[in-house]
Structure formats: C-alpha cells, structure tokens
C-alpha cells in the first residue's frame, strides 16, 4: 500500500476531551455494574463472576450504541476511537475496583 493511502491519525485526535468523557462515563458504569452484579444473589454465575460479565456487558454495549450511531440514528456518526475509550474505560474501571477491593475489602461487606 503507497504511503499516501494510509491515513493519517494524529495521536492529539485520540486524547480529545471527547474521548475522556466517553472513558470517565464508561467508567462509572463499569464500577457501578461491577459492584450490582457482586451485590445481587438471584442468578448465581453472576454474582461469583461479577468483573467478567460487568465487562462484557459494558464492552458490548459500547460497541452496540457505536454501530446504532451509524445506522439507526440521522444526525449521528459512529466513530471507532469512541469504542476505544468507552473500553478503555472499563478495562481501568475493572483494575480500579480490584484496587480498592483489596484495599477496603469491598467483596466482605455483602
């Protein structure tokens, strides 16, 4: 492939405030479906598993508001880099709770 057909990604694009919303919302959600699924007792598999649905559901769910942006709604556009920080926000969600759940023993206190 010539040189000039790659496109061209500034790395300042991927550190737009934009991208840190999407990364601090994704981390919220993470947190809060992590520490759900880990409270609740109805459907045992989630409760023991908790950090590994939570982030399935919320990787899944980032990737599938991405493709509705760019084939259901009008006046939206899907962008990758978007996915990127919506998961980048869960994967350091995830290793902020195991942080705080070894420090304040959070799994003890069902």
Do not use: W
Not at 18 to 40: E, M, P, W
Not at 66 to 73: D, G, L, N, S
Request: aromatic share 14%.
């Amino acid at each position: 492939m010539p040189g000039r057909d790659i496109p061209h990604i500034s790395f300042l694009e991927l550190l737009s405030f934009d991208k840190f919303v999407h990364a601090g919302i994704f981390f919220v959600l993470i947190l809060l479906t992590v520490r759900g699924l880990s409270l609740q007792t109805r459907f045992i598999i989630l409760h023991n598993n908790p950090k590994s649905f939570a982030a399935f559901i919320c990787i899944t769910y980032g990737g599938l508001l991405e493709i509705m942006q760019a084939t259901v709604f009008k006046e939206r556009s899907a962008d990758l880099y978007d996915f990127i920080a919506n998961s980048f926000g869960c994967i350091v969600g995830i290793i902020f709770y195991n942080r705080i759940e070894k420090k304040f023993l959070i799994s003890l206190i069902k």
